[in-house]
């Protein structure tokens, strides 16, 4: 089962939910979680992991030999992504474009073009008390964030074939990394928070993964803080609503320091076992 831990924005409690749901569910199953926000992966700082391995990540990119070269600028006329720029007999190869996918290596009639590995991120294994945990890290300037989530999502898929449930903490928004990262799972649990910011950046993510054809319900967090607009919309869409988790401060405070809360807030653990049910008896 994969499941991904979803929202339209940041700062909604994507990692809140994720990572207290993984040391909950990983009390009576095998699960694994995977941090695919590699931009900004946080979920390390609260699950006090000890590292098990780590790998340098590479993504290939096309390589230019001039002495080869007749420019004939085909290389140019394949690229769907403008990642190659044929200028007079000079070849140029933007790798910030590049979305490794061979066409101008394969089609070059005189083998001018060769791909080479160059690293974008590193990806890190840990361990901690029953619960394994894998995180992507991007480079810093490196634009592309997708090679490096579905490079992690691999390794979850290879190292960890029997583990009953694995859970994607995803990246913010509805762009490509949210694609990637949800594209393959069993459920979206998407989390929300209810302001009119949240309740527009959910319309957003309701209409992505009704367009992926994907299984999705919604997680408030930070209830009372607002209004029952989201309530009101998630009715109206018929949109179920798993759970609604309490504006606390002490949850506030417990985030702060890095501490996990469902063991320590018993309303809040109340919220998690609504998600744990919900998964286990619906999905």
């Given at each position: 089962m994969k499941?991904a831990?979803?929202?339209g924005?940041?700062?909604?409690?994507k990692t809140?939910v994720?990572?207290?749901?993984?040391?909950?569910l990983?009390?009576?199953?095998?699960v694994?979680?995977?941090?695919?926000?590699?931009e900004e992966?946080?979920?390390?700082?609260f699950l006090?992991?000890?590292l098990?391995k780590?790998?340098i990540k590479y993504?290939?990119?096309?390589?230019?030999?001039?002495?080869k070269?007749e420019?004939?600028?085909?290389c140019?006329?394949?690229c769907?992504?403008?990642a190659?720029?044929l200028l007079?007999?000079?070849v140029?190869?933007f790798?910030?474009?590049?979305?490794?996918?061979?066409a101008?290596?394969?089609l070059?009639?005189n083998?001018?073009?060769?791909?080479k590995?160059e690293?974008?991120?590193?990806?890190r294994?840990y361990?901690?008390?029953?619960l394994?945990?894998?995180?992507?890290?991007?480079?810093i300037g490196v634009e592309q964030?997708?090679p490096l989530i579905?490079k992690?999502?691999?390794?979850?898929?290879?190292?960890f074939?029997n583990?009953?449930i694995k859970?994607y903490?995803s990246?913010?928004g509805?762009s490509?990394p949210?694609?990637e990262?949800t594209?393959?799972t069993?459920l979206?649990?998407?989390?929300?928070?209810?302001?009119?910011?949240?309740?527009?950046?959910l319309?957003?993510?309701?209409?992505?993964?009704r367009?992926l054809?994907?299984?999705f319900?919604?997680?408030?967090?930070?209830?009372g803080?607002?209004?029952e607009?989201?309530?009101?919309?998630?009715?109206?869409?018929?949109?179920?609503?798993?759970?609604k988790?309490?504006n606390n401060?002490?949850?506030?405070?417990l985030y702060?320091?890095?501490?996990?809360?469902?063991?320590?807030?018993?309303?809040?653990?109340?919220?998690?076992?609504n998600?744990?049910?919900y998964?286990?008896d619906?999905?």
């Open positions: 499941i831990i979803a929202s924005k940041g700062g909604t409690g809140t994720a990572t207290n749901l993984a040391k909950c990983s009390e009576t199953d095998n694994v979680l995977a941090d695919l926000d590699v992966p946080n979920s390390a700082l006090k992991a000890e098990v780590e790998e993504k290939m990119i096309p390589h230019w030999n001039e002495s070269c420019s004939s600028g085909i140019q006329k394949v769907n992504y403008n190659i720029m007079g007999s000079q140029l190869v790798k910030e474009l590049c979305h490794s996918c061979y101008c290596v394969e070059c009639p083998n001018a073009l060769v791909m590995p690293r974008i991120g590193v990806l294994y361990h901690s008390e029953g394994d945990f894998v995180e992507g890290r991007i480079d964030t997708v579905e992690t999502k691999k390794f979850v898929d290879t190292h074939k583990t009953e859970l903490d990246p913010p509805t490509c949210v694609i990262a594209k393959d069993d979206v649990i998407l989390v929300t928070e209810p302001t009119p910011f949240g309740l527009h950046d319309t957003l993510s309701v209409e992505t993964m367009a054809g994907k299984r319900c919604v997680v408030v967090n930070r209830w803080l607002g209004n607009d989201v309530l009101d919309y998630c009715k109206r869409e018929n949109i179920e609503i798993i759970a988790i309490d401060r002490r949850a506030a405070e702060s320091k890095g501490d996990l809360l469902y063991d320590k807030l018993p309303d809040f653990k109340k919220e998690i076992l998600i744990k049910e998964i286990f619906r999905i």
